[in-house]
T-cell receptor
Framework: EPEVTQTPSHQVTQMGQEVILRCVPI?????FYWYRQILGQKVEFLVS????????KSEIFDDQFSVERPDGSNFTLKIRSTKLEDSAMYFC?????????????FGPGTRLLVL | AQSVTQLGSHVSVSEGALVLLRCNYS??????LFWYVQYPNQGLQLLLK??????LVKGINGFEAEFKKSETSFHLTKPSAHMSDAAEYFC??????????FGDGTTLTVKP
């Protein structure tokens, strides 16, 4: 069964450094998402992406964050200058369509630790 | 706007007992509702979802949930708990935009 993959599974970085989290969505999916989950807290929506544009973003997704689909398969989340509070599990998801009833398929996550 | 409230951050049941995890939602448009399970250090796996039609939805691993519009609820049940059901469970709602709003999660513990 096709699945969403994410790399790396774990990343440790120093505060102020840039990180890029990578995702390979399911191949026929057109909508892509990033969520994050701070340890012990709920999963929070960051951004949705369709047709090479951001469709929607949350208040968490400030100027430090950016997303890109650099080629036909990868979907990336960049954090320009990491802060301690960016430490979290980051999940990528994809779906065939963008309406609410479409199932979002989640990747296994990247655990980011900012020191 | 949409939101989800999961009543009970921790639920403990004995193996073989009924599992009931509660979820109430708020949505300004007809909601689409989901339950996900998360095992330690893993991603989110879809258990079941409600979009339209039959209000009793069956999912994987013997779980089911019933959409009750009058109660704005979407509680998750399983008749007989198994040790392997121990995990964190998230209820989520989405509307037309596609993004999902998650509840705080409920940790299910299954005692032998």
């Amino acid at each position: 069964e096709p699945e969403v993959t994410q790399t790396p599974s774990h990343q440790v970085t120093q505060m102020g450094q840039e990180v890029i989290l990578r995702c390979v969505p399911i191949s026929n999916h057109l909508y892509f998402y990033w969520y994050r989950q701070i340890l012990g807290q709920k999963v929070e929506f960051l951004v949705s992406f369709y047709n090479n544009e951001i469709s929607e973003k949350s208040e968490i997704f400030d100027d430090q964050f950016s997303v890109e689909r650099p080629d036909g398969s990868n979907f990336t989340l960049k954090i320009r200058s990491t802060k301690l509070e960016d430490s979290a599990m980051y999940f990528c998801a994809s779906s065939v369509g963008g309406v609410g009833l479409e199932t979002q398929y989640f990747g296994p996550g990247t655990r980011l630790l900012v020191l | 706007a949409q939101s989800v409230t999961q009543l009970g951050s921790h639920v403990s049941v004995s193996e073989g007992a009924l599992v009931l995890l509660r979820c109430n939602y708020s949505s300004s448009v007809p909601p689409y509702l989901f339950w996900y399970v998360q095992y330690p250090n893993q991603g989110l796996q879809l258990l079941l979802k409600y979009t339209t039609g039959a209000t009793l939805v069956k999912g994987i691993n013997g779980f089911e949930a019933e959409f009750k519009k009058s109660e704005t609820s979407f509680h998750l049940t399983k008749p007989s708990a198994h040790m392997s059901d121990a995990a964190e469970y998230f209820c989520a709602v989405s509307a037309t935009a596609g993004k999902s709003t998650f509840g705080d999660g409920t940790t299910l513990t299954v005692k032998p």
